[in-house]
């Protein structure tokens, strides 16, 4: 086996010094051309590249929006209208679920007003 090795070695030199011996020569400008067709303009990888990033992209959309199982986060608290009573008082109307409640927010406290139905006040005549 060592002899096959060594037998080898003065050939591989050989064909070293060849390549060694080559004379280059610049591109003209129709070689250029020539191995331009052949060998494409290079823009597939970069085209396969962004449209992995995009699918990519549109999963971690779609997954932030939907939860562990596949099903989308359904919001059930949700600030259904304010008002403003000036100096930093307000009139909140947060709903959850189904329910609503009026709450007053002042700084430094949050206080439930009243919880108000589906079914508007009567007035008396």
Known sequence: MLLIAVALLPAASAD??????????????????ESAA????GYGGVLVAALLMAAAGGWL??????????????RKLAIAETKSLGNRQYLVVASYEDKKFLLSVC?????L??????APPTLLP
């Not at 004379?23 to 400008?29: C, G, K, N, S």
């Not at 052949?38 to 303009?41: A, E, I, N």
């Not at 997954?63 to 596949?70: L, Q, V």
């Open 38 to 41: 052949g060998h494409g303009s």
């Open 107 to 111: 700084p430094g406290r949050i206080e």
């Open 61 to 74: 959309f779609w997954r932030g929006r939907t939860g562990p199982g596949g099903t989308v986060n359904v």
């Open 113 to 118: 007003l009243t919880r108000l139905d589906a």
């Open 16 to 33: 070293e010094k060849a390549k060694d011996a080559a004379v280059i020569y610049p591109r003209t400008a129709e070689s250029r051309a």
